[in-house]
T-cell receptor, first 112, second 110 residues
């Protein structure tokens, strides 16, 4: 039973526009959330994270929003660039638990 | 350069032939973990280790073994591989909540 769900397997967006990736979770013990980016033939790399005491975290073009009451988070990429084409995984962990639960991933394609 | 390395990167084997996938990290991390990635399922944890000689099962441990005799190494052992273990495997290490992943090992069991 997947505790982290990414319901959109793919997303296509034009270069320069906003990409919005969504993630839902079911475990109320999760209090730390991460986004990983994965290129083909490489391992996932950490992108951005947010703890449950915040509702927004920004890092350059990337912003993660957390809605704890809805058990929902989203990743915004503005503006989208061709190098952003990758698979994005949402992950979550509970306090002091190093174990990560991952979603199935969303493949983002940025069109020129 | 801080990194997690895995070997081999690609492996084709036959059912029942024991194999080991090595994982090594140079960041002095205490926590290490193995995941498998399958289409539509994301990454699922197989085993993890909090420190030397301390290992525990993740979500999908059946058919796998691990050992942690040194801090830097965390090999994944398939004693008798089966076709349902065909997958993409990732090793990861961490000193906090952010995990650093190796490049992956693609395994095909015939």
């Amino acid at each position: 039973d997947q505790q982290v769900k990414q319901n959109s397997p793919s997303l296509s967006v034009q270069e320069g526009r906003i990409s919005i990736l969504n993630c839902d979770y079911t475990n109320s013990m999760f209090d730390y959330f991460l986004w990983y980016k994965k290129y083909p033939a490489e391992g996932p790399t950490f992108l951005i994270s947010i703890s449950s005491i915040k509702d927004k975290n920004e890092d350059g073009r990337f912003t993660v929003f957390l809605n704890k009451s809805a058990k929902h988070l989203s990743l915004h990429i503005v503006p989208s660039q061709p190098g952003d084409s990758a698979v994005y995984f949402c992950a979550a962990s509970a306090w002091h638990d190093y174990k990560l639960s991952f979603g199935a991933g969303t493949t983002v394609t940025v069109r020129a | 350069e801080a990194q997690v390395t895995q070997n081999p990167r690609y492996l084709i084997t036959v059912t029942g032939k024991k194999l080991t996938v090595t994982c090594s990290q140079n960041m002095n991390h205490e926590y290490m973990s193995w995941y498998r990635q399958d289409p539509g399922l994301g990454l699922r944890q197989i085993y993890y280790s909090m420190n030397v000689e301390v290992t525990d099962k993740g979500d999908v441990p059946e058919g796998y073994k691990v050992s942690r005799k040194e801090k830097r190494n965390f090999p994944l052992i398939l004693e008798s591989p089966s076709p349902n273990q065909t997958s993409l495997y990732f090793c990861a290490s961490s000193a906090g909540e952010t995990q650093y992943f190796g490049p992956g090992t693609r395994l095909l069991v015939l």
